[in-house]
């Protein structure tokens, strides 16, 4: 079954570094999310993006953050200088078909950990 | 904004058993409620989804119902398993934006006990 992939697994970064997570979807897949979820809390939603541009975004997701798909297949979450507080599991997913009834497949994440 | 509570943080239960999860949510009832199994350190793994008009769904071992008054999902498998042992997670779309991101419980863990 084709799954998300997402690399590298695990980040180190000092604080204020630049940090690219890259992530491969599902490759006839059209809608696009980072979401991340800081140890023991909640997943929660970072960005979509869908026709090569960002359709939503939430509090989260400030001027330090930036999405890109520089080709077909890759989809990157850069941070421009990170924080300590950045320090978290970081997810991507995709969707398939347009209707709202279809559901998100997740990589297995990257997990950043800045110093 | 819409919330989601999962009510129990973890619930043991003995193999064999029924675990049963409980989902609330507060304001609008949302068109289609999600449930994800998590394990530790890997990503959310869709189980099943279920539409404001169905009142449950079934899928082998595991059962949804939904409930838009109580605003309330329930999460149930029969005959559990140690293999089912997990963070079970309930999600629905925030339709506020236009391609329908998620939005999260906290989760419950599940532990089955041989």
């Known amino acids: 079954e084709p799954e998300v992939t997402q690399t590298p697994s695990h980040q180190v970064t000092q604080m204020g570094q630049e940090v690219i997570l890259r992530c491969v979807p599902i490759?006839?897949?059209?809608?696009f999310y980072w979401y991340r979820q800081i140890l023991g809390q909640k997943v929660e939603f970072l960005v979509s993006?869908?026709?090569?541009?960002?359709?939503?975004k939430s509090e989260i997701f400030d001027d330090q953050f930036s999405v890109e798909r520089p080709d077909g297949s890759n989809f990157t979450l850069k941070i421009r200088s990170t924080k300590l507080e950045d320090s978290a599991m970081y997810f991507c997913a995709s969707r398939g078909i347009r209707t709202g009834d279809q559901p998100q497949h997740f990589g297995d994440g990257t997990r950043l950990s800045i110093l | 904004s819409q919330k989601i509570e999962q009510n129990s943080e973890a619930l043991n239960i003995q193999e064999g058993k029924t675990a049963t999860l409980t989902c609330n949510y507060t304001n609008y009832s949302p068109a289609y409620l999600q449930w994800y199994r998590q394990d530790p350190g890997r990503g959310p793994v869709f189980l099943l989804l279920i539409r404001e008009n169905e009142k449950e769904k079934r899928k082998e071992r595991l059962k949804v119902t939904f409930d838009t008054t109580l605003k309330q999902s329930l999460f149930h498998i029969t005959a559990s398993q140690p293999a089912d042992s997990a963070t079970y997670l309930c999600?629905?779309?925030?339709?506020?934006?236009?391609?329908?991101?998620?939005?999260f419980g906290k989760g419950t863990k599940l532990s089955v006990k041989p």
């Open positions: 993006f869908y026709n090569n541009e960002i359709s939503e």
């Open positions: 999600a629905l779309y925030n339709y506020g934006g236009s391609q329908g991101n998620l939005i």
């Open positions: 490759s006839n897949h059209l809608y």
